[in-house]
């Protein structure tokens, strides 16, 4: 009983670093700080996977476990950090809206994530079900993110946060999706990754930057 | 998995449509060698598609019990089911048999620098004929869109073969805009079929019981979806486009095997999925076949390009087949199996068939065009001199098209107007009154068949070369001889054992109406219902017919021999005559044209009495095009540009509406 609160409390203790994490990637404005936090996020993320799988006793968490760190805190990181040097990013722009209302936007959908998770989470019977309403804030945050950014470069960091909370929330609520499922969605990101990384050298060098205002000059009237 | 370790007919069929599959990929090892693809690829083709036609023969013998298999594709808790019985065996039999003489035509008739390289072109064909041969045997929902879809994917690259041409790439967007609307119909209609089981097997499709007004539903959308791929008016638009497009072969398969993949899956749904319906069901597909029919006889009779000409009257007889299948339905809501029996019988075996005769004359136009590079019926003539094979093998295909005996035309359009002079027998007043006339429109376009075939074959090949170009004509190779010679014998022996054909159809009907139609106890004539109302014989009618003409052969030579005179014929007074004074395509169809005036829209130009070279055209188009079609994408046109506001140009703007309609459906679901 003892380690099982223990376990909670640690698991409840990571999902609020998420969070934290997530407000810390909507007010940084460095490309390269952007990576470091998005690394520490699936470090949290393998973290807590892998607490989930033994609390509770489900050995495939720790493949998803695995899979996790090896794609999201090593490859991915080191696609993102190649493509930074090569396209020369060093900073973003002012975002869109500017970073204290962006926070307060931020407390809000917090709070919406909260009131909406508490029916869903009073039905879940895992043991970390109080999780699931950090898990929707991280995914609504990181959607805010993407809003709110000009570059492109960002937007895919946004993006592969948005997949990270995707991913917490299954794991709070369901133990996890079945392994196929959580492969192919690897696979996804791999290959999105991938071909953003050829679209940033497209629009780079169609604009000479990756300011995706200029996308607007693309449209048909 | 059990079907697929020990031989059976299954198993045979899905190693041949995988030996298929294999055939096309070898095409891509030397793409542009066009003696390896067309010399040894395509007649290995033509060979498994008689592998194909002997399983499906084997599924129609009479101790065949249906099979059943899963395959070891497609998702991980989807797996595709296959399964053999009666009815696929019947279609298995019409492609393999069909398919195998237009690969051996085709082996002789593509060329190297023709658009697609020959060997990509071998993929497409042969994944066209393994997707077909796969819509018929696919025994779940699921398996059938793939293989649906696949078919319609690999006919659109087929069609669109000689893509650098804007008005093929036309044809080919409009085919396959049909194809997908009717692949929606379908997917819907799927959806309403498992009748809440959310089981996509056929299986536990037959047993779903459905809301009346639910399998109407599925009905209607079976039958616009089908129809859309069949041809069906008003659906038939993109036909008359994508066939002539095509390359002759591609154009002979879809016409004659594409469109029968619809009756197959019209029939699946209609007969075997859903129980039985109300008679308007059979009412409504019998008005729709009709109107078809009708259609497609009248618009080929004013055709001047020889592959649109065929094109609509691929249009008539899916109509034919279609009242064959409406009338079917009819008699089986009111549970008079004899004669649904025969309505679906006539309807089988027009299919085989039409599967045979219009490939046939799809291929001759194939042939002429490459001995001519002319389409244009004005451009053609006296090819019977200079294409003697061609000339003599598409009139067999000319003669059965047009119904008359002893070819197998004659057998199928005897035997649907047979179903319907039957029918006063059914327990309905208002249907009595109006089946009777379905008859006499089946005799209209049967007369206006005879009469397109005419047209079609007379200008082609009958009279003076209208151009200088067609004196330097020759005749088809030998491997095109081939495929003709196949498809042609198919014609004859069918027209002159029509009993066998009845006997195998009636496999199909016993499965799916409950019972066979006999051909009555002599193994020589043919009587579907009493020998006191009708009855006939292929063998006989050949042997008399034999016999008269050998008959006045050898009277005329007796008696009317050495008193042969060569002279110019009559030349009513006029002696500066060329070849273009004759008949033309445009003049032999304008009595046709003034007949049904109102169904064309035309657009005419007459010359004024003082022109000094005056010039006359005329333009039909459908009504359907300009009344339904072209409103519809004006509309669509006008709803995208109301809604263009939206396209701001700005990614944030975009973004933020998916935000919005996720914050919007998060609040709902709450």
Known sequence: MATMNLATQLLQMLAGALLLISFAMLAERRSRRLVTLLVWQGVVLVASTALVAATAHQSHLYYSAALTLLLKVGLLPWILLRLMRKLGIERDNEPLVNVPTLMLVGLVLVIFAFGLAQPVSALATTIIRRTLGIALAVVLLAFLMILARRKAFTQVIGFLALENGLFFAATSTTYGMPLVVELGIALDLLVGVFIFGIFFFQISEQFDSLDLQHLESLKED | MSALATVTPLAVLLYLIAAWLLVGALGLVQSNRIGWVARILFPLGALVALGVAGMGALALTADFTAQSALLPLGLPDLPFHVRLDALSGFFLLLLGSAGAGISIFAAGYFRQGEGTAPGLLCLQYHVFLASMAMVILADDAYLFMVAWETMALSSYFLVTTQHRLPEIRRAGFLYLLMAHVGALALLLCFGVLHGGSWQMTFDAMRGATLAPAWAS?????????????????????????????????????????????????????????????????????????????????????????????????????????????????????????????????????????????????????????????????????????????????????????????????????????????????????????????????????????????????????????????????????????????????????????????????????????????????????????????????????????????????????????????????????????????????????????????????????????????????VLISDRFWHALYLPLARLTRRIADSLAFLQGGRLSIYLLYSFVTLIFLLVCVQ
């Open chain 2, 217 to 617: 539903v599925a009905f209607v959308l079976a039958l616009f979806g089908f129809g859309a791929k069949a041809g069906m008016v008003p659906l038939h638009v993109w036909l008359p486009e994508a066939h002539p497009a095509a390359p002759s072969p591609v154009s002979a398969m879809m016409s004659a095997l594409m469109l029968k993949t619809a009756i197959y899956g019209l029939l699946r749904v209609s007969l075997d999925l859903l129980h039985v319906g109300p008679w308007w069901w059979g009412l409504l597909t019998l008005g729709l076949g009709l109107g078809t029919a009708l259609y497609g006889a009248i618009f080929a009779a004013v055709q001047a390009d020889m592959k649109r000409l065929l094109a609509y009257s691929s249009i008539e007889n899916i109509g034919l087949i279609l009242a064959g299948i409406g009338l079917a339905l009819v008699c089986r809501s009111f549970d008079m199996r004899l004669l649904a029996a025969l309505a679906l019988a006539a309807a089988l075996i027009h299919a085989f068939n039409h599967a045979f005769f219009k490939s046939l004359l799809f291929l001759a136009t194939g042939s002429v065009m490459h001995a001519t590079g002319e389409r244009s019926l004005g451009k053609l003539g006296g090819l019977i001199r200079r294409m003697p094979w061609v000339a003599m093998l598409a009139l067999i295909g000319s003669l059965a098209i047009a119904g008359l005996p002893p070819l197998n035309g004659f057998v199928s359009e005897w035997l649907l107007l047979q179903a319907f002079l039957q029918t006063p027998h059914i327990p309905h007043a208002f249907l009595n009154m109006i089946v009777p006339l379905g008859a006499a429109i089946v005799s209209l376009t049967a007369a206006l068949a005879g009469y397109v075939m005419v047209k079609f074959y007379g200008v082609i090949f009958l009279g003076q070369p209208r151009e200088p170009a067609l004196r330097e004509a020759h005749d088809a190779g030998a491997l095109e001889r081939l495929g003709l010679i196949w498809l042609a014998l198919g014609c004859v022996l069918i027209g002159i054992f029509p009993q066998v054909a009845l006997d195998v159809v009636g496999r199909v009907t016993l499965s799916l109406v409950g019972t066979t139609v006999q051909h009555g106890q002599s193994a020589w004539w043919m009587t579907p219902v009493a020998s006191n109302r009708a009855s006939y014989s292929g063998l006989w009618l050949w042997l008399g017919l034999l016999l008269v003409i050998g008959a006045t052969f050898v009277l005329v030579r007796l008696f009317h021999h050495g008193r042969l005179r060569r002279t110019p014929p009559w030349d009513c007074g006029y002696p500066w005559q060329t070849p273009r004074m004759q008949d033309t395509a445009e003049g032999f169809g304008q009595p046709i044209r003034h007949l049904f005036g109102p169904v064309f829209r035309q657009q005419r130009e007459l010359p004024l009495p003082s022109d000094l070279q005056p010039r006359y055209s």
